[in-house]
């Protein structure tokens, strides 16, 4: 294989120029020379670095034409240094047969594909058993090569040894696959590339197929196996560099094909596909040479830092809705969506030219299986496969339902046909998004009974997805700039429509319990799918996508052929889509006024038993821990609690009575200590017992009295709470102003994150708080030792041992990569959430002293605490306070409020961080 030709190679490096300028360094001053040698070599290689560098910024897209100048400059330098040791340091004047030496270029290298801080892979081939004269030249020519800064894989073999090796070992298989000569002995390399093919490559095809699959789902596992990942590993990760160059090795060993485009030549791509391969791979390249020389270093994950750096450096422009970085993600998800169509086609070719080829002997050996006929497809090998080139063109519409008939039979979609459906996609057109029968056989494959998920992955990754339903093909491969959401749009979508079938089918009943159970009471279950399916179709649009998608719901679900009532159903799904969610995890659900507030927007328990279904889908579906205990507890006693009042239609029990049923069951669970109820429980307000859940009142009860029975003012316990997927920190300690915040960063600098917190404040004079807290993996605290450092932070803390501002301030940031992203504070007021409390509601950059900060400045404005819930969204946190004033009021005065406000965007901002970083 031989590297492309790049342009204006003096203007790269002048080899001449070098060569000359080194030989006349050597004769002027000897072997004392070398200092100077390797400066001449060092400037000629920033030269060169700095002249690529301005191509690529003057051509930010040039993958192919950037990765083969850098590889023509190693090139260069590699034989200018060559040429110095055998001329200058080693010179033999009539070489014997066993003095020769030939120079491949191996790996990325080989390929002539190498960005800026690729590693040199160079592998030396000598005859025989290696001469004295060639380790002498080698082993200068990699000290200089090292004095150079160049990262060096290197390996030094005969012939014969590296033909050995090469049978046993499959990575240096591949290194020779792509190897090629840079310099030296010309009649060595050929002998090494005959040898290659005869002895290594002949014969085993399919082996070499088999191990490099293997490998590959091997990689793509460790890397997340998925190509909609948020921050991919642009070589490595699914449909990355990595996965093209897969197709080219085996391509190349079991064709002996010297370039990618001889893949069109023996079959394996059209000139279409080609086409593809080249402009992804040259992006993908591109993208890799501009991370390189960003970091510089040999990056190729593309972080949220980066994605924005590399999105400005390849000009890309912000569109309404849209930003650049989103823009950006999204061509670069269309690309290695694109690769991975490419490669499925690509090892079906290859799968039948093998099965042709297979030797048939035996009883047998004259028997051929037919495929089947159903419904006009053939079916073969658990495959359907449209029975001709013209299939589609003839019934646009069978390019819908060959999706459909795969769902529904447990079929797999052939790859061939797979290339079709994307080479006649374009047929789909207002007409046929309109035809009825498309329509059904859309709405049957969507709500499927069997694997919808993967049935609509083909679909999408066919292109007949986004045709046939528009508003989805333009959430397609979009991604969302935030460390919250682990997918792009379309694929969250897809994995929620998966999630729904599973529920469907009971295969997460162990965590949707509630999910499950309901389900089959649902009046429309085809409209459940059309809502998650629409849930999120109109993000990237500018303005809220809830009110867009509904707008969207109104118009698709007729189409679709839902009738009136499902289609406002689904309309409302997606509009309120996000109400479940927001209020568990940001209203107290201990307050009537937050379930009466929910109710009043569900209205009936059909749509209450859809929202809850769909809420869980959509959670779980943003990524892997997003679905955690904690949330399934907050919203399985909100769907209890409006359950419970959409069936009595009123408040139920009053005040007095819940307060009674409390202490009776907290009696209950304190067995033979039932009377402390009477005694210690008339120290406790009803608010109290309206908020505390009966286990959490017993265990604080038990816990007020084993202190008041020890004479501890101070008792802290710390328990293991398995159903709300936290560990409880129960605190009882002499009420004063400041203790919230200061118990709050003492929890914070023991490394746990605070979820939940109530506050309350006993007759006694004594406060009784409960916290439940998570460590950074949004997992309980479970070691002794772990809960000994909650002890003692709190204690700490409360008795002044330790300065929190500045310990909290030293502590970093939740998630390293969060300062890639601006999150400006943001303060709420609502007066109407509540009876009782003003709710403040705080957005700002999450971070271990955002808690503290918040409280302390909710104190140092005379205001009560009550409670206090915490959720974090990646790189971003929401905190929400029940609040009072000194005399127990809601603060409503819009002065007071604005004064307020300000303080909490203070106490939130980075620059409060900075100040307290640098003091």
Avoid at 74 to 99: F, S
Avoid at 263 to 279: C, I
């Amino acid at each position: 294989m031989s590297p492309r030709r790049v342009p204006g190679q003096r203007a790269i490096i002048d080899r001449r120029m070098l060569a000359e300028e080194i030989a006349s360094l050597h004769a002027a001053q000897g072997s004392a020379a070398r200092p100077a040698i390797v400066t001449a070599l060092r400037m000629a290689l920033d030269e060169g670095r700095h002249e690529l560098a301005r191509r690529l910024e003057a051509t930010p897209s040039a993958g192919h034409e950037v990765t083969a100048g850098y590889s023509f400059l190693i090139d260069q330098l590699l034989r200018v240094i060559h040429d110095h040791v055998t001329a200058h340091l080693y010179p033999v004047p009539n070489r014997t047969q066993a003095e020769r030496l030939a120079i491949l270029a191996v790996g990325g290298y080989g390929r002539a594909e190498m960005a800026p801080h690729s590693d040199v892979d160079v592998a030396f081939i000598t005859p025989m058993k290696r001469a004295p004269w060639c380790e002498q030249v080698i082993e200068a020519m990699l000290y200089l090569l090292w004095d150079l800064g160049l990262k060096v894989g290197h390996s030094s073999r005969t012939v014969g040894d590296t033909i050995r090796m090469a049978k046993e070992d499959l990575t240096i298989r591949t290194a020779l696959l792509e190897g090629r000569l840079v310099w030296g002995e010309q009649a060595l390399y050929e002998e090494l590339r005959s040898r290659f093919w005869n002895e290594v490559a002949r014969g085993n095809e399919r082996q070499f197929l088999t191990q490099k699959l293997a490998e590959r789902d091997a990689r793509h596992k460790r890397m997340g196996d998925s190509r909609y990942v948020v921050e991919p590993n642009i070589k490595e990760g699914k449909g990355a560099l990595r996965d093209l160059q897969t197709l080219y090795w085996i391509g190349k060993f079991v064709h002996r094909v010297g370039s990618a485009s001889e893949l069109v030549d023996v079959g394996l791509l059209t000139p279409s596909e080609y086409r593809s391969f080249r402009r992804a791979e040259g992006f993908l390249l591109a993208v890799r040479c501009h991370m390189h020389i960003l970091t510089d270093r040999a990056e190729d994950r593309l972080t949220f830092d980066l994605q924005r750096a590399v999105a400005e450096r390849m000009l890309f422009a912000e569109r309404p809705g849209k930003s650049a970085v989103e823009r950006f993600m999204q061509y670069y998800f269309l690309q290695v969506k694109r690769v991975g169509s490419l490669t499925g086609v690509f090892l079906a070719h290859l799968d039948e030219e093998f099965a042709r080829k297979r030797p048939r002997t035996g009883f047998f050996a004259g028997w051929v299986q037919r495929p089947r006929m159903f419904k006009g497809y053939s079916i073969d090998a658990g495959r359907i496969r449209a029975p001709g080139d013209d299939w589609f063109r003839n019934d646009p519409v069978r390019l819908i339902e060959v999706f459909q008939l795969a769902e529904a039979e447990g079929l797999e979609v052939h790859p061939e046909t797979m290339r079709q459906a994307g080479r006649d996609a374009k047929l789909i057109d207002g007409r046929l998004r309109r035809d009825k029968r498309a329509n059904a056989l859309f709405l049957e494959l969507l709500a499927g009974r069997k694997d919808p998920e993967t049935a609509l992955r083909w679909m999408n990754e066919a292109g007949v997805f986004g045709r046939f339903v528009p508003d989805f093909g333009r959430v397609n491969a979009q991604m969302q700039f935030d460390m919250y959401h682990h997918y792009t749009v379309d694929e969250h979508t897809i994995r929620a429509i998966g999630l729904l079938s599973q529920i469907e089918r009971g295969l997460l009943a162990a965590d949707h319990p509630r999910a499950t159970a309901e389900f089959p009471k649902l009046a429309s279950r085809r409209a459940l799918f059309v809502a998650v399916l629409l849930h999120d179709i109109a993000k990237g649009r500018g303005g809220d996508h809830s009110v867009l998608g509904a707008e969207v719901a109104h118009r698709l679900g007729p189409r679709f052929g839902l009738d009136e009532k499902e289609t406002a159903l689904v309309a409302w799904l997606v509009l309120h889509h996000l109400l479940m969610s927001r209020t568990a995890q940001k209203r107290d659900l201990t307050d009537p006024k937050t379930i009466e507030d929910f109710v009043a927007e569900v209205q009936s328990l059909e749509r209450l038993r859809n929202l809850a279904i769909l809420t869980a889908v959509d959670i779980r579906a943003v990524g892997p821990g997003t679905w955690n205990s904690w949330k399934a507890q907050l919203l399985g006693e909100l769907y209890d609690a409006a359950k419970e009042r959409l069936r009595l239609g009123h408040k139920g029990s009053g005040r007095k009575q819940r307060v009674a049923a409390k202490k009776d069951a907290a009696a209950r669970l304190l067995g033979e200590d039932g009377h402390l109820v009477d005694s210690i429980g008339a120290q406790l307000g009803d608010a109290y017992w309206i908020a505390e859940p009966e286990d959490i009142i017993a265990s604080n009860i038990a816990q007020y009295d084993a202190a008041q029975a020890a004479g501890e003012a101070l008792s802290i316990q710390c328990e293991v709470d398995e159903t709300r997927g936290a560990t409880r920190v129960s605190v009882i300690a002499a009420d004063h102003p400041g203790l919230f915040y200061r118990m709050a960063g003492g929890i914070h600098l023991a490394g746990a994150n605070i979820i939940d917190a109530r506050i309350h404040t006993a007759r006694s004079g004594y406060a009784v708080d409960n916290f439940l807290v998570q460590d950074h993996n949004g997992q309980p605290f479970r070691e002794e030792a772990q809960m000994a450092r909650i002890d003692k932070g709190i204690r700490d803390a409360l008795l002044a041992k330790v300065e929190l501002v500045p310990k909290l301030a030293a502590r970093p940031l939740a998630h390293s990569r969060a300062n890639a992203f601006d999150v400006a504070p943001q303060v709420g007021f609502d007066n109407n959430a509540s009876n009782h409390f003003t709710v403040i509601e705080v957005t700002a950059r999450d971070r271990p002293a955002l808690l503290n900060r918040l409280a302390h400045a909710l104190y140092k404005a005379s205001l009560i605490v009550h409670s206090a819930h915490i959720t974090a969204y990646g790189e971003a946190a929401a905190d929400t306070f029940y609040v009072t004033d000194l005399t127990g009021a809601k603060i409503k005065a819009p002065e007071r409020l604005a004064e307020i406000e300000a303080a909490l965007l203070a106490a939130a901002s980075d620059e409060r961080q900075e100040q307290l970083e640098k003091a």
